[in-house]
């Protein structure tokens, strides 16, 4: 039971329903000394939940009781109610006022207050009339009209998912705060940040109340100006605009999730106003460092590097430090490497020392507080003293971001270690972040389509456009190109209006439809063949490069003769070099010195007649330069692995997961093509001044590393089964 005590003049006993099922009931008589009314049904008490606000006045006391009513109402019998005289009075259920406000008539302000806090303490818990609208609007008639009125709270940030962060709030000691909306009521469980009259409350828009519970009770009204122009406008006691709600933000974010308005919102501050670069650079200092880079992840991650300088041995631990927190930098998180120019620049300071390795490359999974560009890296030196490092403001989108990372350090200085400690795990979710900022693909029919295609080329085009006129005069020329569908999907869209200009005219001297995919952005290879295949309606895809171009007619149709056994899910051509040697003859792993597996192609180099090469037979794999597969097999699969960046590795990925299915791969060197090879990865500056191509290795080693042990371990694949 809960008791309160309200002063008022006496009523007659009434009733009032305050939700369906949930009635107040209002007696009056002699105070009691705290005795609660006796409430019955039928010769029964009322079941809990029970509560009741008693209300001093003189002589007699008005008691207010919220109660559960009866199931059984049939022939309207009455409640007996006890009033402070000892009578038990009828009150029938037919007679409850249905307007709740009329339990406030006759009450001053202190005394609705005080029905508004039995209200929003019990009640709303109780009988669980939080959620409900019409409990709501009666919270916000009494909230108006019982309490002072201090004026507009701000939406500044949505700093959490469900919360927002106030400002304009004088929260006075020892109060609570309460939300009541629209059509819900909440209590707040936050507390005052120490930035100012800043608020973190649950979910508001403009027109809730924010009421303070108290001794001094207060109610604010919700206003929710457009973010942007507001962060730009703030000022606060003449400190830089938007330092303070930046401050705050951070604060209130803490270690919650970093997305929505407040992730935009922090993103925003940082480019803004971003903090002063800090670096030491002077030799005459016993200690130098600077942090070049500072890129996070898009997940709450960090990726830093630079140089640090220590001859004397100075610092003892490092962190890595945001207003919300700091992470150590351990030896698991953090690698050293040289840096010829920094010892150069310092090899006549005042202070030298013998350590070859300046230069160091650091990844943080989670770094407190959310979103940042600009964490400091701190140095503890042993005496206990501390010195700052903060790098100057960048920001970049995922992929840029991605190619930094990857292409920060000089060729030669990236090790299998460093890459899987440091530099793959913050490209991995950065390369994720740009894979899913795009935009729907534009597709272009170029003359009429063939009605009932026997197999859908998906050719990705990327600047390089010099082998296309060849590649589509020779697929025009072959009749079983002409029963097929080509789809050329588009890269570099900046091409788009030179590559349509293109095909078209091509259209008109060969009379041989397209299919133009015009990416939104480069987002490589596997994510244009994933594309492509949605466009395709054949039974079989063929995956071909824009360098690959036919020996003859009839190639196709050849490549194509293997699907007649079953269990054949991807089939590959004889490619070959543009003197005529072997470029592939299928596809095989072997491992390095470092027992890490790389793609190896049978008989590479080789004479076009080499007696070995001139067998059809079942391989581990085929290159995806031109790769045949079963257009169901592809969907069941997932399509291309993505996960690769830029354009490598996708191909073997691809031809494990086909035998993952229970399929076969089979090589077929009757079917001839030329292959001009990596004509286009070659233009594309995020694969050559990058290390993706070891990254792709890497990951490629991880994932696969037991299923290509098994499979080079059997004699041939064709032993496994046989169709």
């Known amino acids: 039971m809960m008791l309160r005590v309200i002063a008022a003049t006496a009523t007659p006993p009434r009733g009032v329903l305050l939700a369906p099922g949930v009635a107040l009931i209002i007696v009056s008589g002699p105070d009691r000394q705290g005795g609660a009314p006796g409430i019955s049904f039928r010769g029964r008490a009322l079941p809990a939940p029970y509560g009741m606000v008693t209300i001093e006045t003189e002589p007699n006391a008005l008691q207010i009781a919220a109660v559960r009513l009866p199931a059984d109402q049939q022939g309207d019998p009455p409640l007996l109610v006890e009033n402070g005289s000892g009578e038990h009075l009828p009150l029938y259920l037919s007679e409850l006022d249905t307007d709740p406000l009329a339990i406030a008539a006759g009450l001053d302000a202190t005394a609705r207050w005080r029905l508004l806090e039995f209200l929003l303490n019990f009640c709303s818990a109780a009988f669980r009339l939080g959620r409900s609208p019409a409990f709501a609007q009666l919270c916000v008639r009494l909230a108006l009209d019982c309490t002072r009125n201090a004026g507009i709270a701000t939406v500044e940030a949505h700093v959490l998912t469900g919360q927002v962060l106030l400002s304009g709030l004088d929260v006075p000691r020892g109060s609570t705060l309460c939300v009541i909306r629209r059509g819900n009521v ?71 999730p970093r997305t929505g308005r407040a992730a935009q919102l922090l993103r925003e501050m940082d480019v803004l106003y971003p903090a002063a670069a800090l670096k030491i650079d002077d030799p005459a200092q016993p200690i130098g460092g600077e942090v070049e880079l500072a890129i996070p992840d898009g997940d709450g991650g960090m990726f830093i590097a630079g140089w640090l300088r220590d001859p004397l041995r100075m610092i003892d631990t490092m962190d890595l430090a945001t207003d919300a927190g700091h992470v150590a930098l351990t030896s698991e998180s953090i690698v050293r490497l040289p840096r010829p120019d920094i010892a150069k620049r310092f090899a006549t300071a005042a202070h030298r020392g013998t350590d070859a390795k300046q230069g160091f490359v650091a990844y943080v999974p989670e770094l407190p507080g959310g979103h940042t560009v600009q964490p400091r890296l701190a140095l503890r030196l042993r005496s206990g003293s501390r010195i700052d490092l903060t790098p100057g403001p960048r920001s970049m989108g995922p992929a840029a971001a991605r190619d930094t990372v990857l292409g920060c350090i000089p060729p030669g200085y990236v090790t299998p270690s460093m890459m899987q400690r440091c530099i793959a795990p913050a490209a991995a979710r950065l390369h994720r972040a740009a894979m899913q900022v795009r935009d729907p693909a534009e597709v272009t029919h170029i003359g009429k389509r063939v009605a009932k295609p026997v197999a859908s080329i998906l050719i990705p085009l990327y600047r390089n456009l010099g082998f296309l006129r060849f590649q589509l005069g020779a697929l025009a020329e072959d009749p079983d190109c002409r029963r097929s569908e080509v789809i050329y999907i588009l890269d570099s869209p900046e091409q788009r209006n030179e590559v349509e200009h293109l095909l078209r005219g091509l259209h008109r001297l060969t009379g041989f439809p397209t299919t133009l995919v015009v990416m939104p952005q480069n987002l490589g290879y596997a994510a244009a063949n994933n594309v492509g295949a949605r466009e395709a309606r054949a039974p079989v895809l063929l995956l071909l490069n824009s360098d690959v171009i036919p020996t003859e007619p009839g190639w196709l149709r050849t490549l194509m003769e293997p699907f007649a056994r079953p269990l054949v899910g991807a089939t590959g051509p004889k490619l070959l070099f543009e003197d005529g040697s072997i470029q592939h003859a299928g596809l095989h792993f072997e491992r390095d010195e470092d027992g890490i597996w790389f793609n190896r192609h049978y008989h590479k180099g080789m004479p076009r007649r ?75 500056t995020g694969y050559m001044r990058t290390h993706a191509a070891l990254y792709n290795r890497l990951l490629h080693h991880a994932r696969w590393d037991r299923a290509i042990t098994a499979l080079m371990a059997e004699p041939t694949p064709a032993r496994r089964r046989r169709a």
């Open 610 to 684: 080499w007696l070995d090469a001139q067998r059809r037979r079942d391989v581990p794999g085929v290159t995806g330069a031109a790769l045949a597969i079963r257009r169901k097999l592809f969907e069941q699969i997932g399509g291309v692995c993505e996960d690769y960046i830029i354009g490598d590795y996708e191909d073997s990925d691809l031809c494990l997961r086909v035998h993952a299915a229970g399929s076969l791969i089979t090589y077929v060197p009757e079917a001839e093509l030329f292959h001009f090879e990596r004509r286009s990865i070659g233009l594309h």
């Open 186 to 256: 909440a209590h707040s469980t936050t507390v005052v940040l120490e930035t100012g009259h800043l608020q973190v409350v649950p979910q508001v828009t403009s027109g809730d109340l924010i009421l303070a519970c108290g001794s001094d009770p207060v109610v604010w009204t919700v206003d929710e100006p457009p973010i942007v122009p507001h962060i730009l406008s703030l000022r606060e006691n003449g400190r830089t605009p938007g330092s303070v709600a930046r401050a705050a933000c951070r604060q209130a974010i803490g270690r919650g």
